[in-house]
């Protein structure tokens, strides 16, 4: 499979994945909408061939998002022609939200000793059999990185998305806005794949979060936050570990996940548990009178 074909198969999963509040589509282009909860969610993607003027549409676009009162965003990737770009760069729109794809194919699915490459790549502070053998809605809860000078913390995983985790996304954000956190809850409860839902709780609060979503051959890696108050101990490797795991055992084959540009810490996790870079989209964004 070569790089573009690979990219349009991703970009294609990550639609899938992150429903927008609404959606149009308009002369191949989709316009996505959410009170600007997230440039991802809030933007205007290519999915196919323009028949109409390229200046007629982005004007057209402009006026859509000005009614939503948000800016016009345009997100770019390696299949958008480099003249898009530059037409928007010119029309004054600012480079914003650099993002780094990142994707593994599994090395050892398929192979006799798969068991043992997934236990050594992807380890695991708690027994692997509870994965296995807890694979409905009610998931399982176990105690991970316990400290005998702090509370336990406990990772629970879900084939679904509770209420709680959201709020505790919500929390690890800080997203305070009314409409955001009136909205964002439907958007989830959209996505029409196949979820593995993570969360890490210290006491009542959640203090990590993570979310796995299947899709073909593929587990998308999404919504990796971690407290700051609780990073540097693992936490976040645990709960990429435990994504990876489940999907493998799910039928993935393959990951992919997309860390913010300057997010050193992030890629060097990645990098570690077999993730490797793919290529690079970011957003053009314009604040519309």
Not at 24 to 29: E, I, N, P, S
Request: proline letters at 6%; charged letters at 25%; aromatic letters at 12%.
């Amino acid at each position: 499979m070569n790089s573009r074909t690979e990219t349009k198969i991703i970009e294609d999963l990550s639609l899938n994945a992150w429903p927008s509040h609404q959606m149009q589509l308009y002369d191949g282009w989709i316009l996505r909408f959410s009170y600007f909860y997230t440039h991802r969610t809030n933007c205007v993607e290519q999915i196919g061939p323009s028949t109409l003027p390229i200046p007629e549409k982005v004007r057209y676009c402009e006026d859509i998002y000005r009614r939503w009162g948000t800016p016009a965003i345009f997100k770019i990737t390696p299949l958008t022609d480099p003249d898009f770009d530059r037409f928007l760069e010119n029309r004054g729109y600012g480079k914003e939200h650099i993002n780094h794809i990142m994707r593994q194919t599994f090395p050892f699915c398929g192979a006799p000793d798969e068991k043992t490459g997934a236990e050594s790549l992807w380890r695991l502070p708690y027994p692997r059999q509870l994965l296995e053998e807890n694979s409905g809605e009610q998931g399982f809860a176990v105690t991970v990185h316990p400290d005998p000078e702090k509370s336990s913390v406990t990772l629970e995983c879900t084939s679904f998305i509770p209420d709680a985790w959201i709020e505790g996304l919500f929390s690890l954000k800080h997203t305070t806005n009314a409409m955001h956190r009136r909205v964002v809850p439907s958007m989830y409860r959209a996505i029409p794949k196949d979820t593995i839902c993570v969360a890490l709780r210290d006491g009542k609060q959640i203090i990590g979060t993570g979310l796995g979503i299947l899709d073909r051959e593929y587990i998308g890696i999404y919504a990796i936050h971690v407290h700051p108050g609780y990073r540097r101990r693992h936490y976040g490797r645990t709960i990429v570990c435990t994504l990876l795991q489940k999907g493998r055992m799910l039928g993935a084959e393959k990951s992919y996940l997309q860390v913010v540009d300057g997010n050193t810490p992030a890629e060097r996790l990645y990098s570690s548990l077999g993730f490797s870079y793919a290529y690079t989209c970011w957003f053009r964004v314009r604040q519309l009178l």
